[in-house]
């Protein structure tokens, strides 16, 4: 049987108007960097593959080859152009969003996610930077809850990113649950408990 | 060896030396494929120079020998609040554990262990290796005695259980505890299975049934089977008629299954052989086996996540079974380091009845999640959106057009200059693209995929409808339950309070229509609801952020 919460579903802090944070301006150019690289180790593969069935003692592979070419020219570039400019598209539309109790990662484009971690489920956080992202001086963040889950926030900058890691590990320090308190409050009452959290929780952020 | 004597450094019984001696032979043989190919080439290595037999008895010597020169170098002792093992020949380990690490205990008892009185010890460790937190072959005091150590080491966690449990031990001014004393055999027995339930489990096996199907399917094979039988079996078999013929097989097919439902039953009655669930304190407990009998002890409050799942013939006998998930990640209490993958216990209960999986839901869940239920035939589950229809028929018929586009490929290719293009086409995974060498192909086969994909549509709408009858969910004001499967059913239950992370994702498709997908990730895997309205999707995940973020129950 189907129990409407009690809880007013409306006044619950949503997640849908959020002023969701933009990641670091230089992420898009770093992007296409790696993809720029990218292409270029593919271009240089796909050149000597040319070359080695041309000069190959087979005939038919060699006509094979050229008959290929028009395709395999037309569909290189049509893949390096899109990846070169995937990212100016991508990267506008991801962000985070840091509240009091929550971190929130939305991205995608066609397919679109939003990711939410509770504070008081994250086990650990991880900053990374790879050779490219250090050169652009940005760092990735990254939330694990228990299990598998939780979001990696690529292209933060370097600053952004400690301040950000810091500020959660505060957080999950302050979130976190006393096992004293469980022993010594009273056992809490579902109810009672969900109504006087809701009081005091984070003030609703959609209207 | 007397358990009551802590601090000394003690040896297991040497009854060990079979346990060692069964890991070693495992540590060799990491996977079946090694030992065939192993063995594969003992035999052929023999046939050609009979003296390299002798490579069996040294070898079969050599691990007898490693069993009892383990079990000489394994030690343990035990403190008040931990227990040390040390072991190791070459590479030596030692573990200090400390009791209030351990996340249960759980018993194993071999026949040889039945026959003695003994059992095998494996502790759940928070992030290490469980391997090497076995004791082997010792006294069932001493396991009990550390049972009774570990409990005594966390009474603050013991305690928070009951909030999420159904103990009824709560005094007036609210504090709960644990008052009875651990129990002295079984506690309360909740279910147990008898020789009728197990037959239902033999008959119930998943893979008998895909065997059945498979001989189904290829039984005529065997007609070539025959013919490289045997010269007289040929000419008895292809003199014989059709008739006959088809009798033959026919009956191979029915042996086949018969032996199967042999060896089916068998293993159901050596795992599960006198089950039965108990409950024990703030643990739920399940003993089962004919030779080796396995115990099972997991924490209630550990539990993430009831499953309840039957396949075709499980709903013929109207039986289910339940597994009950607890965390597979343990998270470490020390903070910063990454947490150790350990993969826990799973509870299972492997045949029970509608009424008693609700019953064991409303023990697990505790007074929590009252309105959910496990049976997926309750009508209170909610269909998720037809658009889920179309998006997995356009899915499961891409998918089989993808698999038939080199057959038809290859069907139509008729030039055989092309071959050689073709197989590097082939080797470098973009066969789709040997249509385009040969004049006159790429329409017939463009065509011929066309047709197919057409073809396709109507069986994956029917494939696609059924499973999204199947799909459902329904929620309540604590929990959540998600209903699945095409075959048979599956109904995954949790408490929104137990979530780890929450995820709202939306296809294209999805987006047109205001549509989305919910994916709850628990700490023992995840639970998708597919196609609900966008509105519900983004209510339900707020929802729940909110009660994971106000509850301030342990999770775990």
């Known amino acids: 049987m189907f129990i409407n919460p009690e809880v007013p579903l409306e006044s619950l802090p949503g997640a849908d108007n959020l002023d969701w944070l933009p990641l670091h301006p230089r992420f898009v150019r770093r992007l296409q960097l790696g993809a720029l690289l990218r292409v270029l180790v593919i271009g240089a593969i796909a050149t000597v593959a040319y070359f080695l069935m041309k000069g190959g003692d087979s005939a038919a592979l060699g006509r094979f080859a050229d008959s290929l070419l028009p395709f395999a020219l037309a569909g290189f570039g049509l893949f390096a152009a899109s990846i070169l400019i995937w990212p100016m598209i991508a990267v506008p539309r991801r962000g985070y969003v840091v509240r009091e ?44 809850p228990a ?61 | 060896m007397s358990p009551s004597d802590p601090g000394a450094w003690q040896r297991t019984s040497p009854f060990a030396i079979v346990f060692f001696i069964g890991r070693t032979i495992k540590s060799f043989t990491q996977s079946l494929i090694q030992i065939v190919a192993t063995f594969g080439a003992l035999a052929v290595l023999i ?38 093992i040390h072991q190791g020949v070459v590479r030596k380990t030692a573990l200090d554990l400390p009791f209030d690490r351990v996340q249960g205990i759980n018993v194993e008892r071999s026949l040889i262990d039945r026959i003695l009185g003994l059992v095998t010890v494996s502790l759940d460790t928070a992030g290490s ?3 090497e937190g076995q004791l082997p072959s010792v006294t069932s005091e001493l396991a009990d005695d550390l049972r009774g150590r570990i409990r005594a080491s966390r009474p603050a966690k013991a305690a928070d259980d009951v909030s999420a449990g159904d103990v009824p031990a709560v005094s007036p001014d609210g504090v709960t505890r644990e008052t009875s004393a651990p129990a002295e055999s079984l ?114 409050r550990k539990i993430q996540q009831l499953t309840l799942s039957h396949n075709l013939i499980l709903r013929l006998f109207r039986r289910h079974r339940l597994r009950a998930l607890p965390a597979a990640l343990v998270p470490n209490q020390g903070g910063a380091e990454a947490a150790g993958l350990q993969i826990a216990e799973v509870l299972e ?140 059913r599956k109904v995954d239950a949790f408490l929104f309070r137990k979530a780890q992370s929450v995820d709202v994702t939306q296809s294209p498709l999805q987006s047109r229509k205001g549509l989305a997908t919910l994916h709850v990730r628990l700490a023992c895997g995840q639970v998708v609801v597919p196609y609900l309205d966008l509105g519900v999707a983004s209510r339900l995940r707020d929802y729940m952020l909110y009660q994971v973020e106000s509850s301030r129950l342990r999770w775990h």
């Open chain 2, 129 to 131: 290796a469980t391997a």
């Open chain 2, 47 to 84: 046939e050609r120079n009979p003296q390299v037999a002798l490579v069996i008895p040294v070898g079969i010597l050599a691990i007898i020998a490693a069993g009892v020169l383990q079990y000489r170098f394994f030690r343990f002792r035990i403190e008040e609040d931990r227990i040390h």
């Open chain 2, 349 to 488: 209960v492997p045949l029970l009845k509608g009424p008693e999986a609700e019953d064991l839901r409303t023990r697990l869940f505790g007074r929590e999640g009252h309105a959910l239920s496990l049976l997926p035939q309750t009508p209170a589950f909610k269909r998720v959106s037809p658009h889920y229809i179309r998006a997995l028929t356009l899915r499961i018929s891409v998918t089989s057009v993808l698999i038939a586009t080199p057959f038809l490929a290859g069907i139509l290719q008729a030039d055989a200059g092309t071959r050689l293009a073709d197989a590097v086409l082939g080797l470098t995974g973009t066969t789709f693209l040997s249509p385009l060498l040969a004049d006159g192909v790429v329409g017939p086969v463009a065509l011929g995929l066309f047709l197919w994909w057409l073809a396709s549509i109507p069986v994956a709408a029917l494939l696609a409808w059924v499973r999204w009858r199947r799909q459902g969910y329904l929620h309540d004001d604590d929990g959540l339950a998600g209903r699945s499967g095409f075959f048979g």
């Open chain 1, 101 to 144: 109790k929550d971190i929130l990662y939305k991205t995608g484009v066609l397919w679109r996610s939003v990711k939410a971690v509770p504070f008081n489920r994250v086990q650990h956080t991880k900053i990374d930077s790879g050779l490219l992202d250090r050169r652009f001086g940005l760092a990735n963040l990254s939330v694990f």
């Open chain 1, 147 to 207: 299990g598998a889950g939780g979001h990696k926030i690529r292209g933060l900058g370097t600053d952004t990113a400690e301040r950000l890691r810091v500020y959660v590990s505060e957080r999950i320090e302050a979130e976190a649950i006393e096992p004293e308190d469980d022993q010594n409050s009273p056992l809490p009452d579902p109810q009672a408990e969900a109504s006087a959290a809701h009081e005091n929780g984070p003030p609703a952020d959609a209207g």
């Open chain 2, 187 to 300: 506690g309360q027995i909740l279910l147990k299975l008898r020789a009728g339930d197990i037959v239902r489990i033999g008959f119930a096996n998943r893979n008998l049934v895909l065997a059945a199907a498979f001989l189904g399917i290829f039984g005529q094979s065997l007609t070539f089977v025959a013919k490289r039988l045997d010269p007289i079996v040929e000419e008895a078999f292809l003199g014989a008629g059709t008739l006959i013929q088809v009798l033959v097989v026919i009956g191979f097919v029915i042996g086949f299954v018969i032996a199967g439902l042999a060896f089916s039953l068998l293993g159901a009655f050596l795992r599960y052989h006198g089950f039965t669930l108990w409950r024990e304190g703030t643990a739920y407990r399940t003993r089962a086996g004919l030779l080796t009998q396995r115990e099972v002890v997991v924490e209630n």
